[in-house]
């Protein structure tokens, strides 16, 4: 189980390393969706894994001991899912507002600050 | 008033005179020299009051605590031969002060002159008086910082602002230097205390770290004192007004780095490695400090090299680890200090006079100006050493000292002829001095009418003359008992019989003396017709300059380097960076992994779970598609990624997550939305990849892309798999399970964990929720649409285009019935959703569920009414305000965390209880719940807004179509 999941967490990061190795803004926005499913998934993986034991106590009980879950990666995941969706979205903005002031998404185009031909900084200043 | 409180008056008077002297309005040039002066005058009176208690032969302390935990005090000591320097320190700069009154035009911002003086004053006493190693490292970095201030005091001429930068880059590493080499002593000695390192003299020469230390040490001295090769900003720090370059450069700063080495003598010196590294330094700066002074034009440049000559003659003293040289080298000390401060006085008065301080210009001063003349001679005379006069009798010693073998190497042999050579240069430079001055013809084009100048700016300088000569003559009488006590106090017990005496009889140091004042005398006569008109600088070393040296390094380290790693390592393209990036932490990771042992081949599929492996390998499939069609198709590599995330969703689920299950899904939802919603205005897709015709480097770069990308989600597996297979640690996670209840008051530890016992993280991260939220909103304010997104979708032209072809439909009717029933249905889930999500709300702190989930829940509700119904039929009927859900969500969280102080606990303490409500039964009633509410509201408001924004984007469109058709209207 171990093996195949740890197969599922590489194979996430390759794919959202990929994508965001790549020139167009909107591939680099879906590696970051994947890239981030594959970062939960690794803290989840560092707290060990264990099947249908949730940190979660029935009624009776007024402390949970033995076998259970890892409560403190789900923790830090819970988070981490909400703020990550925020992040996308202000990704997903500076997009629109890039392509909307610079016309392109093509990250070897976006040269406002420092035009083709012109002298580089700080000589340039 | 006792011994230590003066001490303690001693240094912070200055300070507090600089503080004083910033105040002044900047015209009160008067007022402002009578305040320095009298401060400065304090200092000499208190200095002078403390010599009955130094005479005594125990130093006077004062200590206070500073971080004793560090071994670190402020800890003031007062010496014989710290009260000589404070002596030496205060009294130059009382006559420095009354000199500069008359130097300093009305125009020169004179408040700032005299609280930075007054602030090097205090510093300079401060490096004098230190009990304590790394006290005396700070103030040794004050005068460096202060003397940067000084030289570059008229900052609108470059050559200030240049000689300051280099004195500041030089001394200021060596100062880096000095205090590495202090933490080594006190790493040696066990503390930095100055009595101890002083005691502990053997056990340091012999430890292992010696060499390193001393080095650093040097490092430190050399580069204050200018010695050979960090000789070269004292030159280009005279662009300094000429009284700092008085104070400064010949009696304070400069001298902080021979006092330094004379301080630690008795501990560092008297080895091989010693005497090779002061020795060799010392004889290079005497000697070519010496021969560069002969050719300079300026006579402040004359004079900086013949102090870089001085004071390599004293380190070459002090390398020689003989008592007798410490003794010439302290005495060299005091006789340098009054020669050369008169000398730079009298060449500002030559400047402030004539206008200029080019020797081949000046010429025939003396009838103009006698007196000065006639003063600046006989300090000239000092310098070179004449008989009578002070500097030949400390040059006498040094002569006695150089003849004598002491570690049996060619430098010792080298001593006698390097002594005399020098001195003989010493005397040319200064006849240079005297003759190109005042001698010859008189210019007729001086920019200025010469004439003697006022009384108190000659006072400075006829009392440290008389100073000279009466040193000079009567030597143990005036000063014998003072010097005494100065090199008692340095040497101690191994205090060498001296005598200071005119006359010595017919000795080899005598000839040595005679030969160099003739072979001077005749060397100027040669040179003098070479001098008159010759370049600045020497012949054959003109081209050397350590200047261009430093400045060249200087453009290496900070422009070529720079530009070197920039081309190499540094991109203006991200995904470079990204490469880069990745391949550095890959190897970064590699390095554990190797050390470790950890190979392939322990990986090991072991048993496998067919419903699990099934899972995985379509969220494989979905990821791995994803990133293919990311380039063909957007809306199929998204609903891929939908896919992926169900699958880490499903994983969450079955690894018992359930909290992250149901918020990763409801999170999925919102994400696609907000993908589709913008997708529509991202540019459309690059046609040349379209159909696989990419040219062979796209195909090559892409192929690398993804070779690194493999090498690094390799590298996750195997991490994640060495982690998974190893024990758990024991962490804090089974506290969480344990007290969960006990004392948060919830069933679900997860929900705990978040709202309760890690509240404050909480509450931060929805702060930054709320940022990202509002910034977004804010990105999007004045956003209008790029022009080729303007246009009705190509799926709504085509169906608007069906109603004008039929007769039976209106135009724009396909389009609004798009989707009829499942639009009526998100209109009835509204209210369904929004109780799904109050009662994952309420069971959160018990059951999966929670503030979170419930808000992404919440906002799925709003945003399923915008896709419904259209953002202007929703907004017509329901206003959402989301920014302010934001605002009451924080208010409530932080007011919860502030309730508690109400009760006497810290911020965020939880209290829980449960309370019995009639049909809905108990519920948990912790004010955690509160907290969770205003996560909640926050959640709701930050994702609604950010969706919002999103979907008000169709009306801008619309508005943005209106206004560019009117216009297209107006033109025809």
Not at chain 2, 245 to 254: D, K, R, Y
Not at chain 2, 273 to 296: D, K, M, R, V
Request: charged fraction near 15%; include cysteine; aromatic fraction near 12%.
């Amino acid at each position: 189980m171990e093996a195949v999941l740890s197969i599922l967490v590489g194979l996430f990061f390759t794919a959202g390393i990929y994508l965001m190795l790549s020139k167009a803004i909107v591939r680099i926005l879906l590696g970051v969706v994947v890239f981030g499913n594959a970062v939960n998934l690794l803290i989840f993986t560092a707290g060990r894994i264990m099947r249908e034991v949730p940190p979660v106590m029935s009624l009776d009980m007024t402390q949970l001991t033995g076998d259970t879950a890892n409560p403190l990666p789900q923790a830090l995941i819970l988070t981490a899912i909400v703020i990550s969706f925020s992040f996308f979205s202000f990704l997903l903005v500076l997009t629109f507002r890039t392509y909307q002031e610079v016309g392109t998404d093509d990250t070897v185009k976006l040269r406002v600050a420092e035009p083709e031909g012109k002298i580089l900084p700080p000589m340039g200043y | 008033m006792n011994s230590e409180t003066m001490l303690m008056m001693l240094i912070a008077l200055p300070f507090a005179g600089a503080c004083l002297a910033a105040l002044f309005p900047p015209n009160a040039r008067n007022a402002e020299t009578w305040a320095a002066a009298l401060v400065t005058l304090g200092a000499v009176v208190l200095s002078a009051s403390l010599f009955p208690a130094v005479a005594t032969g125990t130093p006077v302390r004062l200590n206070i605590e500073w971080l004793p935990t560090l071994g670190l005090s402020f800890s003031l000591r007062m010496d014989g031969f710290a009260w000589l320097f404070s002596m030496l320190v205060t009294c130059i700069g009382f006559l420095v002060v009354i000199y500069s009154r008359y130097y300093m035009s009305p125009d020169d911002a004179i408040p700032r002159f005299y609280a930075f003086f007054l602030a090097f004053m205090g510093a300079m006493l401060g490096i004098i008086l230190s009990g304590n190693l790394i006290l005396l490292v700070v103030f040794w970095e004050l005068t460096s910082i202060i003397s940067f201030m000084l030289i570059g005091y008229w900052y609108q001429k470059a050559d200030a602002r240049d000689g300051a930068r280099m004195s500041l880059t030089i001394t200021g590493v060596g100062g880096l230097g000095l205090l590495a080499g202090v933490l080594l002593i006190g790493h040696i000695v066990g503390s930095y205390d100055l009595d101890a390192v002083l005691d502990s003299g053997d056990l340091i020469r012999s430890h292992p770290l010696y060499v390193p230390a001393i080095c650093l040490v040097l490092l430190g001295a050399f580069t204050k004192s200018a010695q050979f090769p960090f000789h070269f900003w004292l030159p280009n720090a005279m662009a300094a007004p000429t009284p700092v370059s008085a104070f400064l450069h010949s009696a304070t700063m400069v001298k902080a780095g021979v006092f330094l080495m004379a301080r630690l003598w008795p501990v560092l010196g008297g080895t091989y490695e010693w005497f090779w590294l002061t020795g060799f330094a010392g004889a290079a700066s005497l000697l070519l400090g010496a021969y560069f002074a002969i050719f300079q034009r300026d006579i402040k440049g004359l004079l900086a090299y013949s102090t870089i000559s001085h004071l390599g003659l004293i380190t070459l003293l002090l390398s020689l680890g003989s008592p007798l040289g410490a003794v010439a080298a302290i005495f060299h000390m005091m006789n340098h200090a009054t020669f050369k401060a008169s000398l730079f006085m009298a060449a500002g008065i030559i400047d402030h006079e004539s206008g200029t301080r080019d020797m081949q210009k000046l010429g025939g001063l003396f009838k103009l100006m006698p007196y000065t003349a006639t003063l600046a001679m006989v300090a000239s005379a000092a310098m070179a050493g004449v008989p009578l006069l002070n500097g030949f009798l400390s040059k006498e010693m040094f002569f006695a000292e150089a003849i004598e073998t002491h570690a049996d190497s060619i430098l010792d042999t080298a001593a006698p002829y390097v002594a005399v050579i020098a001195s003989a240069f010493a005397v040319t430079y200064s006849i240079r001095f005297i003759h190109a001055v005042f001698f010859g013809e008189r210019p007729a084009d001086l920019p200025r009418e010469p004439h003697e100048p006022p009384f108190l700016m000659r006072l400075p300088i006829q009392l440290l003359v008389l100073a000279c000569l009466v040193i000079g003559i009567i030597p143990a009488i005036t000063v014998g008992s003072f010097l005494h006590i100065a090199v008692v106090s340095v040497l101690g017990a191994d205090t060498p019989a001296y005598s200071l005496a005119v006359w010595h009889g017919l000795t080899v140091p005598l000839g040595m003396s005679v030969i160099a004042l003739i072979g001077g005398a005749l060397l100027y006569v040669l040179l003098r017709h070479y001098l008159a008109h010759c370049e600045e600088g020497p012949p054959y070393f003109r081209r050397l300059k350590g200047q261009r040296i430093f400045e060249r390094v200087l453009v290496f380290v900070s422009w070529r380097f720079a530009r070197l790693v920039e081309a190499t390592l540094g991109t203006r393209r991200m995904q470079q960076q990204l490469r880069l990036l990745v391949a550095v932490s890959l190897v970064a990771a590699a390095i554990p992994f190797y050390n470790s042992n950890f190979g392939l081949g322990l990986f090991e599929l072991g048993q496998i779970d067919i419903p699990f492996a099934l899972l995985w390998v379509i969220g494989i499939a979905c990821a791995v598609g994803a990133a293919h069609q990311a380039k063909f198709h957007r809306l199929v590599a998204l609903i891929l990624l939908g896919g992926a995330g169900v699958v880490t969703c499903i994983t969450f689920v079955w690894l018992s997550a359930p909290d992250l299950a149901v918020t990763q899904l409801l999170v999925e939802i919102v994400t696609a939305v907000l993908i589709l919603l913008g997708l529509r205005w991202l540019p459309k897709r690059w046609e040349d990849t379209e159909l696989g015709r990419a040219p062979i480097s796209t195909k090559l770069r892409r192929g690398r892309d993804l070779l690194v990308a493999a090498v690094a989600g390799l590298g996750m597996t195997l991490l994640s798999y060495a982690v998974m297979t190893r024990p758990s640690p024991d962490t804090i996670s089974g506290f969480f399970l344990r007290k969960a209840y006990e004392e948060g008051g919830g069933r679900n530890v997860v929900n705990v964990i978040l709202v309760d016992f890690r509240g404050f993280d909480t509450f931060g991260e929805i702060t930054v929720l709320g940022i990202v939220a509002l910034t977004v909103f804010a990105l999007f304010r004045r956003f209008r649409p790029a022009p080729d997104t303007i246009e009705s979708p190509e799926q709504q032209r085509i169906q608007a285009a069906t109603d004008e072809e039929r007769s039976d439909r209106i135009t724009g009717q396909t389009v609004s019935d798009y989707l009829l029933v499942p639009s009526v249905i998100m209109q009835w889930l509204f209210p369904v959703i929004i109780v799904f999500a109050a009662y994952l709300f309420l069971r959160g702190h018990d059951l999966p569920g929670g503030g979170f989930a419930a808000g992404v829940a919440m906002s799925a509700a709003f945003i399923l009414q915008y896709l419904a119904a259209g953002t202007v039929w929703v907004e017509d009927r329901l206003r959402i305000l989301p920014v302010n859900w934001i605002g009451l969500g924080l208010l409530i969280a932080g007011c919860v965390g502030i309730g508690s102080w109400v009760f006497g606990y810290p911020f965020l303490t939880s209290y829980s209880q449960y309370i019995d409500l009639p049909v809905i039964g108990e519920i948990p009633a912790a004010t955690a719940i509160l907290f969770d509410l205003g996560v909640f509201s926050l959640v709701v408001g930050a994702t609604v807004l950010m969706l919002i924004v999103f979907a008000h984007q169709s009306i801008r469109r619309l508005r943005a179509a209106k206004i560019s058709t009117t216009t297209i209207e107006e033109v025809a």
